[in-house]
């Protein structure tokens, strides 16, 4: 069965750095897109980008340039959020997600919480 | 950037109630829009994508319709476990969630 398994809570400070994984399994890790989206407490759904796990291309949406960079290693059918200079305002749970062959986002990771505070 | 304007924010409705939610696009999307549900603490689950087609394993009480920019979400009978935020996304162009609506039982 399709799964994505995402890495546990982190808890950092100010202008540190984070990296958040997402492993796929029970399906052809390369033949669908990953995206990425964050959920702020008590907040509603953000569109993050997504990263194309055949070549390799990231795209970003606005609000996530810069600090925030999609990577995988296919070895291992597993993506990963990078994020640097953290601030408190990045506190969030991040989700990733496989998109569908139809459209839409059908299979989701957990979701990892990131807490950023001194 | 696609805007998505997702109305009402918030809905509170009895058992066996008919709920509609709707989500109006900036620009014309195409049908290229999904409907989530996401209940607390867990991640969302996809229920309808091409504005009108239900996932595999979703209840058909819940559907999908609409063309352009206006698109409709509808319960056709409300039941205890639809408790949840829910959440249209249009793919059109890259993506954008809706602001979400939170449905409450009265």
């Known amino acids: 069965q399709v799964q994505l398994v995402q890495s546990g809570s982190e808890l950092k400070k100010p202008g540190a750095s984070v990296k958040v994984s997402c492993k796929a399994s029970?399906?052809?890790?390369?033949?669908?897109?990953i995206n990425w989206v964050r959920q702020a407490p008590g907040q509603g759904l953000e569109w993050m980008g997504w990263i194309n796990t055949n070549s390799e291309n990231p795209t970003y949406a606005q609000g996530f340039t810069g600090r925030f960079v999609f990577s995988l290693d296919t070895s291992v059918s597993t993506t990963y959020l990078h994020i640097s200079s953290l601030k408190a305002e990045d506190t969030a749970v991040y989700y990733c997600a496989r998109w569908g062959d139809y459209g839409g986002a059908d299979y989701w990771g957990q979701g990892t919480l990131v807490t950023v505070s001194s | 950037d696609i805007q998505m304007t997702q109305s009402p924010s918030s809905l509170s409705a009895s058992v066996g109630d008919r709920v509609t939610i709707t989500c109006r696009a900036s620009q014309d999307i195409n049908k290229y829009l999904s409907w989530y549900q996401q209940k607390p603490g867990k991640a969302p689950e996809l229920l309808i994508y091409g504005a009108s087609n239900l996932e595999t394993g979703v209840p058909s009480r819940f559907s999908g319709s609409g063309s352009g920019t206006d698109y409709t979400f509808t319960i056709s009978s409300l039941q205890p476990e639809d408790i949840a935020t829910y959440y249209c996304?249009?793919?059109?162009?890259?993506?954008?969630f809706g602001q979400g609506t939170r449905l409450e039982i009265k």
């Open positions: 996304q249009q793919y059109d162009t890259l993506c954008t």
């Open positions: 029970g399906y052809t890790f390369s033949s669908h897109t």
